[in-house]
Protein backbone atom coordinates (compact mmCIF):
# COMPACT_ATOMS: atom_id res chain seq x y z
CA UNK A 1 0.00 0.00 0.00
CA UNK A 2 1.34 3.62 -0.87
CA UNK A 3 0.01 6.44 0.76
CA UNK A 4 1.10 10.11 -1.17
CA UNK A 5 0.86 12.79 0.79
CA UNK A 6 0.62 16.52 -1.20
CA UNK A 7 1.12 19.56 0.73
CA UNK A 8 -0.98 22.09 -0.96
CA UNK A 9 -0.60 24.97 1.29
CA UNK A 10 2.19 26.53 3.47
CA UNK A 11 1.00 29.07 6.33
CA UNK A 12 3.28 30.35 8.78
CA UNK A 13 2.54 27.99 11.66
CA UNK A 14 0.77 25.38 9.35
CA UNK A 15 0.93 23.20 6.50
CA UNK A 16 -2.15 21.53 4.70
CA UNK A 17 -2.33 18.92 2.48
CA UNK A 18 -4.59 16.21 0.54
CA UNK A 19 -3.56 12.22 1.44
CA UNK A 20 -3.83 9.34 -1.14
CA UNK A 21 -3.85 5.97 -0.74
CA UNK A 22 -2.84 4.08 -3.90
CA UNK A 23 -3.67 7.02 -5.96
CA UNK A 24 -7.15 7.98 -4.58
CA UNK A 25 -7.69 10.69 -2.16
CA UNK A 26 -8.78 9.65 1.54
CA UNK A 27 -8.16 12.63 3.37
CA UNK A 28 -7.61 15.97 4.08
CA UNK A 29 -4.32 16.86 6.47
CA UNK A 30 -3.01 19.76 8.54
CA UNK A 31 0.91 19.75 9.84
CA UNK A 32 2.72 22.10 11.36
CA UNK A 33 4.74 24.54 8.67
CA UNK A 34 6.82 22.98 6.13
CA UNK A 35 10.48 24.26 7.26
CA UNK A 36 12.06 22.60 3.84
CA UNK A 37 14.44 20.51 5.62
CA UNK A 38 15.17 18.85 3.31
CA UNK A 39 16.88 22.09 1.82
CA UNK A 40 17.52 23.49 5.18
CA UNK A 41 17.77 21.25 7.78
CA UNK A 42 19.26 23.62 10.38
CA UNK A 43 15.56 25.03 10.35
CA UNK A 44 13.92 22.75 12.43
CA UNK A 45 11.81 24.03 15.30
CA UNK A 46 11.26 21.09 18.27
CA UNK A 47 7.27 20.76 18.04
CA UNK A 48 6.34 23.38 15.04
CA UNK A 49 8.14 21.72 12.10
CA UNK A 50 6.40 19.47 9.36
CA UNK A 51 8.54 16.54 8.77
CA UNK A 52 11.38 16.30 5.38
CA UNK A 53 9.27 15.34 1.74
CA UNK A 54 10.69 11.96 1.23
CA UNK A 55 9.18 8.61 1.87
CA UNK A 56 9.03 6.44 5.07
CA UNK A 57 7.76 3.16 6.06
CA UNK A 58 4.22 2.90 8.11
CA UNK A 59 3.74 0.67 10.79
CA UNK A 60 0.88 0.88 13.59
CA UNK A 61 2.49 0.86 16.89
CA UNK A 62 1.25 1.11 20.66
CA UNK A 63 1.43 5.11 21.45
CA UNK A 64 2.16 5.99 25.18
CA UNK A 65 0.89 9.46 24.87
CA UNK A 66 -2.42 8.24 23.51
CA UNK A 67 -2.79 4.90 24.93
CA UNK A 68 -3.34 2.97 22.50
CA UNK A 69 -2.03 1.47 18.83
CA UNK A 70 -1.57 4.43 16.19
CA UNK A 71 -0.21 4.60 12.86
CA UNK A 72 3.68 5.01 13.01
CA UNK A 73 5.67 6.98 10.12
CA UNK A 74 9.51 5.45 10.62
CA UNK A 75 12.73 6.29 9.93
CA UNK A 76 12.44 10.47 9.88
CA UNK A 77 15.39 12.17 10.09
CA UNK A 78 15.59 14.20 13.23
CA UNK A 79 12.30 13.26 14.76
CA UNK A 80 11.35 10.22 16.80
CA UNK A 81 7.50 9.28 17.90
CA UNK A 82 6.31 10.69 14.37
CA UNK A 83 2.19 9.25 14.03
CA UNK A 84 -0.70 9.90 12.50
CA UNK A 85 -3.16 10.95 14.21
CA UNK A 86 -7.08 12.55 14.57
CA UNK A 87 -6.82 16.75 15.61
CA UNK A 88 -8.37 19.62 13.74
CA UNK A 89 -5.35 22.21 13.76
CA UNK A 90 -1.44 22.55 13.58
CA UNK A 91 -2.00 23.17 17.46
CA UNK A 92 -2.82 19.62 17.97
CA UNK A 93 0.12 18.35 16.61
CA UNK A 94 4.31 18.36 17.54
CA UNK A 95 5.43 17.04 14.04
CA UNK A 96 2.78 14.08 13.24
CA UNK A 97 0.29 14.71 10.38
CA UNK A 98 -3.24 14.81 11.24
CA UNK A 99 -6.42 13.93 9.23
CA UNK A 100 -9.74 14.97 8.22
CA UNK A 101 -12.15 14.34 5.69
CA UNK A 102 -13.53 17.93 5.65
CA UNK A 103 -11.64 21.02 4.54
CA UNK A 104 -14.00 24.27 3.96
CA UNK A 105 -10.67 26.46 3.15
CA UNK A 106 -7.22 25.92 1.55
CA UNK A 107 -5.15 28.30 4.06
CA UNK A 108 -7.46 27.82 7.35
CA UNK A 109 -5.35 25.34 9.34
CA UNK A 110 -8.54 23.25 10.03
CA UNK A 111 -9.90 19.79 9.11
CA UNK A 112 -12.97 18.63 10.29
CA UNK A 113 -14.02 14.85 10.88
CA UNK A 114 -10.66 13.96 12.15
CA UNK A 115 -11.30 10.70 14.27
CA UNK A 116 -13.76 9.38 11.13
CA UNK A 117 -10.81 9.99 8.20
CA UNK A 118 -8.39 8.55 11.36
CA UNK A 119 -10.76 5.36 12.06
CA UNK A 120 -10.85 4.57 7.86
CA UNK A 121 -6.88 5.02 7.60
CA UNK A 122 -6.11 3.25 10.43
CA UNK A 123 -8.13 0.49 9.33
CA UNK A 124 -6.97 0.25 5.85
CA UNK A 125 -3.58 0.24 6.91
CA UNK A 126 -3.92 -2.36 9.79
CA UNK A 127 -5.64 -4.78 6.91
CA UNK A 128 -2.41 -4.36 4.62
CA UNK A 129 -0.19 -5.08 7.14
CA UNK A 130 -2.25 -8.22 8.38
CA UNK A 131 -1.68 -9.25 5.17
CA UNK A 132 2.07 -8.46 5.37
CA UNK A 133 2.15 -5.70 2.66
CA UNK A 134 4.40 -3.08 2.81
CA UNK A 135 3.02 0.27 3.33
CA UNK A 136 5.02 3.31 2.96
CA UNK A 137 4.12 7.06 2.89
CA UNK A 138 5.53 9.44 0.37
CA UNK A 139 5.54 12.99 1.31
CA UNK A 140 6.03 15.79 -1.98
Known sequence: MRLKLF???NGDDFTEGKLFV???????????????LELFPQEKVYGKTAIPKG??????????????????INDVPDFTGVRIH????SKDTEGCIIVG???TQ???????????A??????????????EEKV?????
Open 22 to 36: DDVQECYTVEDTDRL
Open 101 to 103: LVN
Open 136 to 140: TIEIV
Open 55 to 72: IYPITITYSNRFKKDLIS
Open 106 to 116: DDDDWVGQSRL
Open 118 to 131: YSKLHTKIKNALDK
Open 7 to 9: RTT
Open 86 to 89: SGNS
